[in-house]
DNA sequence: CTGAAAGCGCTAACAC
DNA sequence: GTGTTAGCGCTTTCAG
């Protein structure tokens, strides 16, 4: 079993078929420039040898290896691997490879070596895949300014002369926040995620802002912070129970964390939606099938993903041709909100 | 922005330095025979200029990319991108990158192009971390027999000659199925996996085997099949209620499907586990949050994917070392059973 | 201790 | 149409 016997190259081919290394290459790259016999000719030879074109050989030439360097982190959470299916679509869909690099931690902060790492193997361009998390985008301006490879950020509040792709969370839980007062809660409780995050900053801004703006303001005792975790919001839910005796809702950062809420309530033998309104975020699968069914804040990280290869390709290929120094931008996705049974109180 | 400056080359750093190309390369492969003055003043060269030696070249050379290839599909499941966790988390403690694909589906057959592309980044060697479907595995024989570079699969029926790593779903269906029969249940249903699926075959194998065992038998009316989402299980759930009146208790192949039937069950007005024992498969996060908490299968995906790595690895060493052809052998990773409310009848 | 030459697999530019 | 030369960035011999 596996035997050593080394790559199939462009010259043995050559030697094979009896021609230059140079036709070889002009057959493999479908020149017009060969005659038809000697074309068919050498086809077979490569069919035969079982013959592939060496991509690093050919990136080394080119100095440029279709390959993008995507860095990620939590792939064991459904988000960042829901994200990083939309990168590989879009990336297989532009004849891109891809490099794959996950932090041991999503506030992992020394991040020169993966760079570097990604440098060394010349990928064209770098998706860099990671939540806003405390300090982890501090190098952001010192190491990817300077650098002459593009590189495109997910998921962070948007800067001057960076390219951001984002979801418009605060958008989200002003929706969910409407929703629920359209619902006639007034009580609102938030649930919110590990306030080192940006999203989770976003989430919970909205709901204070809506608190605010429909004239009830709120309390320092009517929201708990969570670490987005089921555990977390059933721990959050049952402090939030206590200390804040009136709430009728509870607008949840994460469908996860709002499982664990409505395991909760469920154990308190109150009834959601008419006792308690829960409303969650990110419109997991399974929060579908939640009992009862969650209202929550869809928006789509696999477009997300998507949207981000095909910024960097776009943003390579004007450096490429030379173009006029890109303006880069940010980019927001709007998410939606999705109503199910969790929430509605006022049956139509 | 990202003018087109392009790479800082050894070249460049040894003619600021003012030394041969051959100096820096010693330098920066740290050997010996330096003097410590030239190889101070080099190392100052690489800080200043930032540079990276290009591992595109070096792979080159050496015939060796320390680059492993994966190839996964489905990463919105959080099954694969577990696995794939585990995978990053291995190759980064072992040195090596990782070219991702992922197949558009899971019984994705033409699998050669994917294979292709592989070799031609010179990868050393191969994770084929797709679960075996329908006839997604009718290449291996072929194409990767003949093969030199080390492959090893993930989730398949083992075979002669090949790397397997996988899980053994026969036992943890073993397992689930001793509980519920230790706790009392007679009339126990399935929901299967797809049975175009591997992993759903041999979870499906234990129920029937456990069944004839026990003395119960079991009849075509007593199972469904679904296709792993929640919305499958809940009509599963359903058209088993129809079918099996006197059913006390299902075995549901995974928990995502478990969530679903238990939605259908709550709707019903009956009792878990009083009424129905349900007992899932996979113990995703979440399970441990279902109302009632979700007894369950626990298998580890994250060590099914470092495991996975190692192995190889391991190939990958032995075979440069022209070592005596490796046997190629299968390594099975065992379940546990994770036991909570939802099938715990007999407290006690 | 340091450098020059050759070559990994391939292609651009130029011959013929 | 086809072959030759040079070289992408690096390292391995082998000289000195």
């Not at 009992?291 to 804040?297: D, K, Y």
Request: with cysteine.
């Amino acid at each position: 079993m596996y035997t050593k016997t080394g790559r199939t190259t462009i010259k043995k081919v050559a030697s094979v078929a009896g021609v230059s290394t140079q036709t070889v290459s002009r057959v493999i790259n479908n020149r017009p420039d060969v005659s038809s016999k000697t074309r068919k000719r050498i086809q077979d030879v490569i069919e035969e040898l079982g013959y592939q074109p060496s991509a690093l050989a050919r990136s080394l030439i080119h100095q440029r290896s279709y390959t993008l360097g995507v860095v990620t982190a939590g792939l064991k959470y459904i988000g960042p691997s829901c994200t990083l299916n939309g990168i590989t679509a879009a990336a297989e869909e532009a004849g891109y490879a891809l490099i794959l690099k996950e932090l041991p931690r999503f506030d992992a902060t020394n991040n020169e070596p993966i760079f570097q790492e990604l440098v060394s193997h010349h990928v064209d361009g770098i998706i860099w895949a990671v939540q806003e998390v405390r300090g982890n985008r501090s190098w952001v301006n010192q190491l990817a300014l300077d650098s002459d490879i593009p590189i495109v950020y997910l998921t962070m509040e948007p800067r001057e002369n960076i390219s951001v792709v984002l979801i418009n969370n605060y958008m989200g839980g002003c929706m969910a926040m409407s929703h629920l007062l359209d619902q006639g809660y007034r009580h609102i409780g938030h649930i919110s995620g590990p306030l080192d995050w940006w999203e989770a900053r976003q989430r919970m801004k909205a709901w204070k802002d809506a608190l605010e703006e429909a004239g009830i303001g709120f309390h320092d005792h009517s929201w708990v912070e969570g670490n987005w975790s089921s555990a977390s919001g059933a721990r959050a839910a049952e402090k939030l129970f206590e200390q804040y005796t009136d709430m009728d809702s509870i607008l949840v950062a994460n469908d996860q964390m709002a499982l664990g809420a409505i395991q909760i309530v469920h154990q308190k033998g109150l009834q959601i939606p008419q006792d308690i309104g829960i409303v969650g975020f990110d419109n997991i699968p399974e929060s579908a099938f939640y009992w009862p069914a969650l209202t929550t804040v869809n928006h789509d990280q696999y477009n997300l993903g998507r949207v981000a290869v095909q910024e960097t390709i776009k943003i390579i290929e004007s450096v490429r041709q030379g173009l006029t120094p890109i303006s880069l931008k940010s980019i927001t996705l709007e998410p939606t909100l999705v109503v199910r049974d969790s929430s509605l109180r006022l049956k139509a």
